[in-house]
């Protein structure tokens, strides 16, 4: 394959995995994916990024995984989980494009990409919530992932904020605020914890990262204030009212529960089908600590264990929760599984990142 050829391949999947994944998500994964593939073509030939550490970690994973379906076997749905797993074998392959061609991106490809692609989910999120009047925007997408994605590419565009020393790197920090426009408009309150926890993880490193004290104290501050100003403004929107709902169970449970009733009846009061969906996790990993019960008995399990919320979980595909899903699906293995593949950038060799 040509040189010109990689590059292009290289090019159309960044883009399409940074600066369309909110806006085209069902589109976006299935160009990365390929480019994926084409690049683990190239490392196989050169067996580069397959042999680095970090791949080893995915392949360690899904081994894990795989060592499982023997003994849970009972139809071929049993496999679906180690099937949905593969792409991740299409990681080793960006990374090689990628590696091919890091001189040509230079180091603000990729922030300026995530903040285009948040920027441009947000907007469209603004324009479904005043053409639909929905409570919830997804763009086209489930409002929760919606909201992931925004938080993840939001924060993703800050690593321009510590590269070089122009002063517009500062443009950098609208990613995390536009990604909080987006967990808003998505009603969700996993994405806001994230974003949270996200943002305070990220403030030392604006603070060392930047090397301009004044700088980064005057952006966190500005960053603080801009936040809270803008919280205050969204009181009324989906996701600040079930925070603050949130807060008053808390506040209910405690003076009435224990600390072990407290978090059980605190889950409940919020969601009770997902505490359900949850204890339905650990009685499996608890039937079968190992191996799990596998993918084709979890949802039946959920359902026998809770027959209030049989038509729902037999019109579910999961557990809504990762841990939980590996955990039932594949015991401990399976979290194992879970844990590896999540803690692989870990092993990414510094002058590859």
């Not at 925004?150 to 122009?166: E, H, P, R």
């Not at 204030?225 to 989906?238: E, L, N």
Request: hydrophobic share 55%.
């Amino acid at each position: 394959m040509s040189t010109k050829t990689v590059k292009a391949v290289a090019g159309i999947s960044l883009i399409a995995g940074f600066g369309f994944m909110g806006t085209a998500p069902f589109i976006a994964d299935y160009v990365v994916l390929v480019g994926g593939l084409i690049g683990l073509a190239l490392a196989w030939r050169n067996r580069g990024a397959v042999r680095e550490p970090a791949a080893i970690m995915l392949y360690a994973a899904l081994l894990l995984l795989g060592v499982t379906i023997p003994f849970v076997y009972r139809a071929p749905i049993d496999l679906l989980p180690l099937v949905a797993c593969l792409p991740l074998l299409a990681a080793p392959g960006i990374a090689t494009l990628l590696e091919k061609n890091r001189y040509w991106f230079g180091p603000h490809a990729m922030p300026l990409l995530c903040l285009f692609g948040v920027a441009t989910a947000v907007a469209l999120g603004i324009s479904e919530a005043y053409s639909t009047d929905v409570d919830r925007v997804g763009a086209g997408n489930n409002p929760i992932h919606f909201g992931g994605i925004a938080t993840i590419l939001g924060f993703l565009a800050l690593s321009g904020a510590v590269w070089g020393k122009s002063q517009w790197r500062i443009l950098y920090l609208l990613g995390p605020a536009l990604a909080l426009v987006g967990v808003l408009l998505s009603g969700s309150r996993g994405p806001l914890l994230g974003w949270i926890a996200l943002a305070v993880v990220s403030a030392p490193v604006l603070l060392f990262g930047m090397r301009n004290w004044k700088l980064a104290t005057a952006t966190l501050v500005i960053g603080a204030i801009g936040v809270a100003v803008f919280v205050a403004v969204s009181k009324d929107t989906v996701v600040v009212q079930r925070i603050l709902a949130l807060g008053l169970t808390v506040t209910e449970t405690a003076m009435n529960s224990g600390p072990l009733a407290l978090a059980i009846d605190f889950l409940e009061a919020q969601d009770p089908y997902r505490t359900a969906m949850y204890q339905a996790g650990w009685e499996a990993l608890r039937s079968s600590p190992l191996v799990g019960v596998g993918y084709g008995q979890m949802m039946p399990l959920a359902a026998s264990l809770h027959p209030e919320f049989v038509d729902l979980f037999t019109s579910l595909e999961n557990l809504h929760s990762d841990v939980a899903d590996f955990a039932a699906m594949a015991g401990l293995l399976g979290v194992s599984a879970y844990l590896v593949a999540c803690e692989e950038f870990v092993f990414v060799r510094r002058g590859v990142s």
